[in-house]
T-cell receptor, first 116, second 112 residues
């Protein structure tokens, strides 16, 4: 089946630094990828839609200057949390739909970010 | 306002029991309803439902959609400890670039 990877799995950083998270579709091309955020014991919250070759589309309330998204190729999207603060600590998950069956989204394993 | 509401929020049963998880939704242009299972990391896909009344089945799991009453149920029979997880319901809308809206999930714990 389709596989989506994320790197890193875990990151701990100091407040004020920037953190880059990669999302890769390993055996299929994804013109669209989605970035989610999940707080403890809460559901996934869609942050933005990453579009290959164009600007990302952000959900209401998500700061685009803080969460920079770059969809550099058909298999790679990156999320950069700029000037991270402790409140940015969360579980970040990406997903990518197969082009044929857009509904079925394959999720990456997630990246846990802890900002000290 | 929540568009996808799951119930119960949490459920504890003994191994061997049957459970029914509920998902109701309210969206303008319904396209599909999806069920996911989330254990320690990212969700894994279970079912996609687009038509009313057609049961989808995978082993001990089954699901059905009622588009008139705007809800879906996920059944798990003969539960096992490995079924312990958060079960997420999500709804896709037309003309929404394949975005899906997640419910808060049902946390299921199976006691041995």
């Amino acid at each position: 089946g389709a596989v989506v990877s994320q790197h890193p799995s875990w990151v701990i950083c100091k407040s004020g630094t920037s953190v880059k998270i990669e999302c890769r579709s390993l055996d299929f091309q994804a013109t669209t990828m989605f970035w989610y955020r999940q707080f403890p014991k809460q559901s996934l919250m869609l942050m933005a839609t990453s579009n290959e070759g164009s600007k990302a589309t952000y959900e209401q309330g998500v700061e685009k200057d803080k969460f920079l998204i770059n969809h550099a190729s058909l298999t790679l999207s990156t999320l950069t949390v700029t000037s991270a603060h402790p409140e940015d600590s969360s579980f970040y998950i990406c997903s990518a739909p197969l082009a044929v069956v857009m509904e079925t989204q394959y999720f990456g394993p997630g990246t846990r970010l802890l900002v000290l | 306002e929540d568009k996808v509401v799951q119930s119960p929020l949490s459920l504890v049963v003994h191994e061997g029991d049957t459970v029914t998880l509920n998902c109701s939704y309210e969206v303008t242009n319904f396209r599909s309803l999806l069920w996911y299972k989330q254990e320690k990391k990212a969700p894994t896909f279970l079912f996609m439902l687009t038509s009313s009344g057609i049961e989808k089945k995978s082993g001990r799991l089954s699901s059905i959609l009622d588009k008139k009453e705007l809800f879906s149920i996920l059944n798990i029979t003969a539960t096992q400890t490995g079924d312990s997880a958060i079960y997420l319901c999500a709804v896709g809308e037309m003309n929404r670039d394949d975005k899906i809206i997640f419910g808060k999930g049902t946390r299921l714990h199976i006691l041995p």
